[in-house]
């Protein structure tokens, strides 16, 4: 046995946009010894983290994080001084339009990713360092991604507490949209559906309208980019709930609650895995339901599901 | 101003089932010092309710309170020696069926109920005294019911803790199937698809499927009643919700948001009133989502929403 080669020392993060997601990410990397930068079009959004030792500035290099929302992707790093090496890897809730925007311009320097945490509430109020603790974050592993950039995004995410989970941009949108985009549609459809059987209906609604709604809390216009970003999957998967609907209600609840059980219960089964650095291999990890939790300099370690 | 006059002395109560739902109610009647009597056909729950100062008999009067499973409630009093002067009511999620069965034998004496309480969790391992504490309590005023029979059902909630909505047996089935039963079914769908999406998708799982998904974690008898008990309204319901998801994504979610945001804000606008102590005007209250209480002898206080 060996003992594990220490990696290259981390390069600096850059973080662009400061709001929730950005803002808990930088707090996330001061508190776990990175070199922290960052900025935002808003002040107040600036100033709230210069208070939590992020460095304001322009001038960004290392890994430079996009945690901007959607629409603003494309255009999120115009006016900054991003050095020309710098891996630059985002946290858009979905992946191929984003590849095909700021992937398209920055090539292999780009890494996909998405981390799936997040509140219905948003803006720099909201930053929580702990926001990541124990989440799964999506990373995409494309045919042209360069392998040594994907783990030092990579090692962003596990320096902010989450799990990455290795995925390509493709299997993210088909994924997410099943656990994520449909689930708002239904809340959408099942608070307007409330609303239009009047004030009896909405006083007598208890945890079960509450959960099933609280989605749709977030800001429609993050909702819609989402959805909308993610058409084609969130339609297939939408039309995939559809069809189970049809099905008898003793059968489907049945089926329902199997799922829901072995999820909640997930956690329990899980066996420890060592993984090359091999994209392949990688993207095996993602398939089974794994995650990589540590990287090490010749493997990375992490978990699959038991059974 | 006169002062109110009291009514007559609370009778006593006799709950029947002391699962998490005939469980806490007892317990939270025993801390509101009314006389509680009950009985589970389980020994454990007897033993467990006696623990909480409940006085396990068959012998029960005053009012009677049915809280055993829907499939059970036709059945619930057999093998009990019950007060025939009693009033009976019960925690069904479903009313115009009880209503059908329990109701047609017993006749005035009937006053169907459904809080709108309880978590995924069941049996008396999942007694909370505070289970009702400001929840909604619907109770059905049918033309036949006894009106002095309704009221003693009525401070059986109130000293629960809940607040009383009053309804008929249609209006109320209407109503949860709006906001309970299809929430129920869609969480399976959602669950059953998500399942059969795969590991990856199962992994990325975050916030908005758990919320989504959560109560179709309870117990699938249990479920599965309750849907199909309430068959007609839920599948009225559930085509309501499905012409809702054909509107296009922007306005769909536009209209999600705005029930979902107002109903999170409720409580913020309440205006107090005084109610006779009348049928009409009391189904007037629960239909402009408002709710009773405090029972007085002439009239009962509450609340409507305001605007």
Same mark, same amino acid.
Do not use: Y
């Given at each position: ?10 390069? &600096? ?25 960052? @900025? ?36 999120? /790093?115009?006016?900054?001084?991003? =050095? ?52 799964? @974050?999506? /990373? ?25 989970? &290795? ?51 977030? =800001? &429609? ?21 559809? %069809?189970?609907?049809?099905?008898? @209600? ?37 398939? %089974? ?19």
């Amino acid at each position: 046995m060996s003992l594990p080669v220490p990696t290259m020392e981390a390069p &600096p993060v850059g973080v662009v946009g400061l709001g929730q997601l950005g803002g808990s990410l930088a707090a996330a990397l001061v508190a776990a010894g990175r070199d922290v930068r960052g @900025w935002d079009v808003d002040p107040a959004a600036r100033e709230a983290a210069a208070a939590r030792g992020v460095r304001v500035t322009r001038e960004l290099g290392g890994v430079v994080v996009l945690a901007v929302p959607l629409p603003a992707m494309a255009a999120a /790093l115009d006016g900054l001084d991003v =050095d020309p090496a710098a891996t630059v890897t985002d946290l858009g809730s979905v992946k191929v339009p984003v590849l095909g925007s700021v992937g398209a311009a920055l090539g292999g320097r780009f890494v996909g990713g998405h981390p799936m945490a997040g509140t219905e509430r948003s803006g720099h109020a909201a930053t929580d360092p702990e926001l990541f603790r124990g989440a799964r @974050w999506a /990373l995409c592993l494309e045919p042209g991604t360069e392998l040594p950039r994907w783990l030092r995004a990579a090692e962003v995410a596990l320096d902010a507490g989450a799990e990455v989970v &290795p995925v390509t941009a493709a299997e993210h949108d088909d994924a997410v949209a099943a656990v994520s985009h449909v689930p708002h549609l239904l809340a959408a459809a099942l608070a307007a559906a409330a609303g239009s059987a009047g004030p009896l209906a909405l006083a007598l609604a208890a945890g079960s309208f509450r959960d099933g709604t609280r989605v749709i809390g977030s =800001d &429609p216009a993050f909702v819609t980019a989402m959805v909308e970003g993610n058409a084609g999957p969130t339609a297939a998967a939408l039309a995939r709930v559809l %069809a189970q609907l049809e099905r008898p @209600w003793p059968e489907l609840v049945s089926a329902g609650h199997g799922v829901r059980s072995a999820q909640a219960g997930e956690g329990a089964g899980r066996r420890a895995v060592r993984v090359p650095l091999d994209r392949a291999a990688l993207l095996s990890l993602g398939r %089974a339901g794994g995650a990589v939790t540590r990287r090490l300099a010749a493997f990375v370690e992490g978990w699959v599901p038991e059974g």
